[in-house]
């Protein structure tokens, strides 16, 4: 139909046409039932044609039509597509709203009237097009992290954006903050408005081409690095031999690697120890300093079931803890492809820890019912684990996580749960932990090190220290390094008792308190002072809490295998980097979790398990991947940043600023994570020297320079500065004077023990190494002296908590804790019947006349324990004492005030010169 623009017009031609389309039958019948057309009578009035609140024409805003009819009782149909409306068209009832040119017909119809002319009118919408958004950055080419904010001059305008080249619609992202550009990227922005055509589209390409980081120095401890985490499985397929093994099959999905949605994520998906071999090159460009590997050991062969979720390619499923597993490794579970990673690796300078899962085997059940196998010869399952002595606890799941008797006893997610002080099983852990050692193993991480026996743990991490494999790399400086996971909240109940644990037994723990807060903050944007916060109470402690002793030992991290990615929970890639910057600049020996270098994530069921184990999909350059070698560089070259301690110098919601600081060197870090408000900063104090001072990432993060003047040690002014919005600037000053201790590695061990001392300012020739126990001062025979690393032998001293300084000439460094054990350790299961009854906030405890007792202690910290209690009355408490050693012991009550309920006398025992002990008393 012709557009009869400007007016209103009545159909007349078409209702005549209409009129004498009406079948005859129909204009009789309609004399007594009416017909199609509304019109009761041939001879009925006609109704009023409709009228329009609009008039037909041409207009530059949406306009907004009522249409009327004076015929009383009049429904209007009307159509707005161009077609002649009908009884079946829509029938009118508010204001139609028109933003584009539209022909709106209508015709009335009321009962008794013969339907109206249609009304019909043009509207020709010709909007102002809204402006071409602005960009604040001109396309071109920057050697430095750019922000683009975007504008729009039309007032009330929406700016939608693309950043990978295709042209934005309404479904594109919004904008609403400044863009992160640290790559080379085309933005392509549109603005949207009421009342206005969408604008034109405005693109901008920046080519951005950061610099190079400086090269990372060689290290000799993992301080001076940081360890990437690896689901073998998930990382890289080096062996496609090994993805479906004849004696496992079926456990494997060829789809993981390729695609994933349509993959099952509890099978396999052909990673292998190979893998990780041939990626070497990728890691060790990153300035990888150790690798934390998944389980490499054997796992169960069969599918456990849905409910178990399937496969052990996760390897926390072990049947067999002498073999590597087939999909890993090869058909004869041999150690091939594991010594073939830990030749390369070390060849690479990358440590090898490997993750050691001490409390359970596999599940209960199903699958092969908690199978336990000694290098392929089957020891148990859990169902026909009946004898006297058995390997495993036969208990219901932990449901009590303040309960320290469930927590360690209990078991842990249906998989069986070994009783470490049978002394088979002691043995045999102890057994695969020294076959690891001896294949070249630089450490471990100690899985759900919470739920093992604790006082266990202490006679394992005495084992690993004492080890003496005196070709092997695990003995080289620094090594062992062993660290374990307390899943835990820094509010928990069983917190302090996580800090007793790690403080006395040496096994340094996963910083998992502070991991809550990173992701608070980076992902959900919370405030930093839950960060800084944490790191008080860890390092500090509270008047009722005690501080962990060694705070650059906590092994920290934003995202593992068992939780969902921070990528999943709302960080983007700028704030991925803000975590990584803080993660490597923080005390402790960070760990980053694969992929993350890559934005790697699957948000499906909220990215939780299993789609946090995401197959890495590429092993490319990233402006991440730049990042980690910046600050690898930095680790590896000040070791302020690996011993130093970490002072907050100033905070608010958005902005941390806090100082790492040992002897002569500083670093001070500045993250803004505000997505759009640059910071003013004053009042910045801080111990760089005076001077000016550029960024050391080079402006990769958008950061800023700064002045410091004055002249104080510690207190040096920073001129006022601004600093950038979603920034992060690092400022370095580096000098070697004087000694300072950063860490000892063990930190905990016998008399004869070869430990590493590491720090800065010790001199180039040979000073002293002095251990101090109460009023004895004894002078450590050294091995190896050089300005950062002294390896020394613990002296005879006595057992207990001793202090060590470095001195060189004159200058003697602050003092380092050292915890002296009495020789080497056996565990040995105490344990009392007629326990007092007990208020809820008493705690058991026991004390003896040894360092590994208490030194007859009766405080919280100075006693061993708290004592679990199976059940009332009785109290059940491993102890790892030293081997062949007569020792006195007691129990007591310590109550919330301090006071004491004690046995009245010591008992006497004679700890066996191996295996596990058992002493059982009555109160
Ligand atoms: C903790 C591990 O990190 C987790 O992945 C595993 O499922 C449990 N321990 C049980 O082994």
Redesign the pocket.
């Known amino acids: 139909m012709a557009p009869r623009l400007g007016r209103t017009v009545m159909k007349t031609r078409e209702w005549i046409g209409r009129f004498v389309a009406v079948p005859l039958l129909c204009v009789t019948a309609a004399l007594m039932a009416g017909c199609g057309g509304g019109s009761s009578s041939s001879s009925s009035s006609q109704a009023a044609t409709p009228a329009f609140s609009v008039s037909a024409g041409t207009y530059t805003t949406p306009q907004s039509v009522k249409i009327t009819d004076t015929t009383a009782g009049a429904t209007i149909y009307y159509t707005t597509d161009g077609t002649t409306p009908t009884t079946s068209s829509a029938a009118y009832s508010t204001p139609i709203s028109v933003a584009t040119t539209t022909t709106i017909e209508a015709m009335a119809v009321v009962n008794g009237y013969t339907n109206s002319s249609v009304a019909s009118a043009t509207y020709t919408i010709n909007l102002a097009q809204a402006a071409t958004p602005a960009f604040s950055v001109s396309a071109g080419t920057y050697t430095s992290l750019q922000s683009v904010v975007i504008t729009d001059s039309t007032a009330g305008a929406t700016i939608y954006y693309t950043t990978d080249g295709t042209t934005p619609t309404t479904s594109s992202s919004t904008y609403d903050a400044p863009i992160p550009v640290a790559t080379t990227t085309t933005i392509k922005a549109m603005a949207v408005s009421s009342n206005y055509a969408s604008s034109n589209v405005a693109a901008a390409t920046y080519t951005i081409d950061l610099p190079a980081a400086p090269a990372i120095a060689s290290i000799s401890d993992i301080h001076q690095g940081f360890i990437y985490q690896i689901v073998t499985d998930r990382f890289f397929d080096g062996d496609t031999t090994n993805n479906n093994p004849t004696e496992s099959p079926d456990l494997y999905d060829s789809l993981g690697f390729t695609d994933p949605s349509a993959a099952n994520w509890n099978y396999y998906w052909g990673g292998d120890l190979a893998g990780i071999t041939q990626k070497l090159a990728y890691l060790q460009s990153m300035g990888v300093a150790g690798i934390w590997i998944s389980p490499p050991l054997a796992n169960i062969r069969v599918n456990a079931g849905s409910n178990n979720g399937y496969t052990g390619y ?1 390897g ?1 499923w072990t049947r067999d803890y002498k073999q590597i597993d087939e999909h890993f490794g090869d058909d004869s579970n041999s150690w091939t492809a594991f010594d073939a990673l830990v030749t390369a690796a070390h060849a690479d300078n990358i440590r090898v820890y490997v ?1 050691f ?1 001490a ?2 085997t596999n599940p209960t059940g199903a699958g092969e019912d908690g199978s336990l196998y000694d290098n392929g010869t089957l020891i148990t399952t859990y169902s026909t684990d009946t004898g006297a002595v058995p390997y495993y606890h036969h208990n219901a799941n932990v449901n009590d996580w303040t309960n320290r008797y469930q927590v360690q006893y209990y078991t ?2 249906g ?1 069986a749960d070994l009783d470490q002080t049978n002394p088979w099983v002691d043995n045999y852990l102890k057994e695969a932990v020294r076959l690891l050692l001896a294949h070249g193993v630089d450490g471990f991480r100690f ?2 090190v919470k739920d093992v026996n604790w006082g266990w743990q202490y006679s394992l991490e005495n084992f690993i220290a004492n080890w003496n494999g005196a070709s092997s790399p695990a003995r080289a400086a620094g090594q062992p390094f062993v660290f374990g ?1 307390w ?1 835990e909240g820094s509010g928990d109940t069983l917190y302090p008792d996580s800090v007793k644990f790690s403080n006395n037994s040496g096994m340094n723990l996963l910083d998992y308190t502070l991991y809550w807060q990173l992701v608070d903050v980076f992902a959900s944007d919370k405030n930093f002072s839950e960060i800084d916060n944490e790191l008080t109470l860890e390092d500090s402690g509270t008047s009722s809490g005690q501080a962990f002793t060694q705070p650059n030992d906590l092994v920290t991290f934003f995202d ?3 939780n969902a990615r921070i990528m999943s929970q709302g960080a983007d890639q700028m704030a991925v980097k803000q975590a990584i910057s803080f993660l490597l600049t923080c005390r402790g020996v960070p760990v980053l979790y694969y992929g993350d270098e890559q934005y790697l994530h699957n948000d499906t069921d909220s990215g939780d ?1 299993p789609y946090n184990r995401n197959g890495m999909s590429s092993f490319g350059s990233t402006d991440a991947v730049l990042l980690i070698q910046y600050l690898a560089a930095l680790r590896a070259s000040n070791p302020a940043v690996a011993y130093g301690t970490m002072t907050q110098r100033w905070i608010n919601d958005d902005v941390y600023i806090y100082e790492r600081h040992l002897g002569a060197n500083v670093v001070l870090v500045a993250i803004n994570k505000n997505k759009s408000t640059d910071q003013a900063i004053s009042g910045l104090y801080t111990y760089l020297p005076p001077g000016t001072y550029s960024d050391y990432l080079a402006q990769t993060m958008g950061g800023t320079g700064m002045t410091v003047t004055g002249t104080t040690d510690s207190n040096n002014p920073v001129t006022n500065f601004t600093l950038p919005h979603r920034s992060v600037s690092v400022w370095v000053s580096s000098g070697s004077v004087p000694p300072s201790i950063g860490s000892i590695v063990p930190r905990v061990a016998n008399p004869g023990t070869t430990i590493t001392v590491s720090g800065t300012g010790f001199g180039a020739s040979t000073g002293t190494v002095n251990f101090t126990v109460g009023s004895a001062t004894v002078a450590a025979q050294t091995t190896q002296w050089s300005d950062g690393q002294v390896t020394a032998v613990v002296p005879e001293i006595a057992a207990g908590s001793a202090q060590v300084t470095v001195s060189q000439g004159t200058a003697t460094s602050s003092t380092a804790p050292f915890q002296v054990n009495t020789a080497a350790l056996i565990p040995v299961n105490f344990s009392v019947s007629s326990v007092p009854s007990l208020a809820t906030s008493d705690a058991v405890m026991l004390t003896g006349n040894l360092a590994e007792l208490g030194n007859e202690a009766t405080t919280w910290n100075g006693a061993v324990g708290p004592v679990t209690i199976p059940s009332t009355g009785n109290g059940l408490l491993t102890v790892s004492v030293p081997a062949g050693s007569t020792l006195q012991f007691k129990f007591f009550v310590l109550h919330s005030d301090g006071t004491v309920t004690s046995e009245t006398s010591y008992h006497s025992y004679s700890v066996p010169i191996s295996g596990v002990g058992t002493e059982a008393v009555t109160w």
């Open positions: 996760h926390y993750d899962p409390n359970d842990l997610e998989l899985d759900a996971e899943d593992n295998h068992d398990t």
